[in-house]
């Protein structure tokens, strides 16, 4: 099921790109009293009068000495550029779960998923470039670890579907919480920590309105996991560590 839903974002990316690439523009005519006519669909000429039609179907009839000029330009910006960024969301982490044994090494096992949320606040400069402070919670085989990360984001086109991307880094803290920072099995203590968290992801967004916008994309995750074994029996401790990788695959809204 992950491999089919990563198939159809990028496939999504690929067919929406080149016909969203075009700008479009529209006729615009200027009256002499201040008035703007946008978006011009029909013009007619009757008994000195001049009948003008819109594309949302208003009807605007005038004589050609009210004309002060006529151009055809770019659309307005119709979606949000610049502001308050605000991003929520959520969506599995798909991999291969890691088995820890008592020599120190990683052996792995079949497929495993799990959840994945996320919470992002910060400022976006243009459509290209957007950064914000994140917080989540990742859940793993091993435990749940809650990252702390710096987003970067942005999206391509100035339509209402566009390629968006997002690029985070940060530490991944492992939940006190939620698993408890010691676990004591059978006279053996672990003790365990988190820390480095990459993720890259890529997809597509549609504006729902101009300032809210529904993205789903699909990246890779790297976090990095640390456990300490302390033996009572022995005296002896040993210090491992796991490289999580996932496939991510997430929807969310941007506003």
Not at 97 to 114: H, K, L, M, P
Request: no cysteine.
């Amino acid at each position: 099921m992950s491999r089919l839903l990563f198939s159809a974002l990028i496939f999504s990316v690929i067919a929406t790109v080149p016909v969203l690439a075009q700008r479009k523009t529209q006729e615009v005519i200027y009256l002499k009293n201040g008035s703007v006519i946008r978006n011009v669909y029909d013009m007619q000429h009757a008994d000195s009068l001049i009948r003008v039609t819109t594309r949302e179907g208003s009807v605007f009839v005038f004589g050609p000495g009210d004309i002060q000029k006529m151009s055809r330009e770019f659309g307005l910006r119709l979606y949000k550029e610049k502001g308050y960024l605000f991003e929520f969301d959520f969506g599995i982490l798909s991999g291969r779960e890691s088995i820890r044994n008592s020599f120190g090494f990683n052996t792995y096992q079949g497929a495993v998923t799990s959840f994945s949320f996320a919470v992002v606040n910060g400022y976006r400069f243009n459509r290209f470039a957007g950064v914000g402070l994140g917080v989540g919670i990742d859940g793993y085989q091993e435990g749940v670890i809650t990252p702390l990360f710096v987003r970067g984001t942005g999206y391509l086109l100035k339509a209402r579907i566009s390629p968006v991307y997002a690029l985070d880094a940060g530490y991944g803290f492992y939940s006190p919480v939620l698993n408890g920072r010691t676990d004591n099995r059978n006279g053996m203590t672990f003790h365990y920590r988190g820390g480095f968290m990459g993720n890259a992801a890529g997809g597509v967004q549609v504006f729902l309105g101009r300032d809210v916008a529904l993205y789903m994309m699909a990246g890779y995750r790297m976090q990095d996991y640390r456990y300490e074994i302390n033996s009572e029996r022995t005296e002896s401790s040993l210090d491992q560590r796991i490289l999580f990788r996932r496939m991510s695959l997430r929807m969310g809204f941007s506003f």
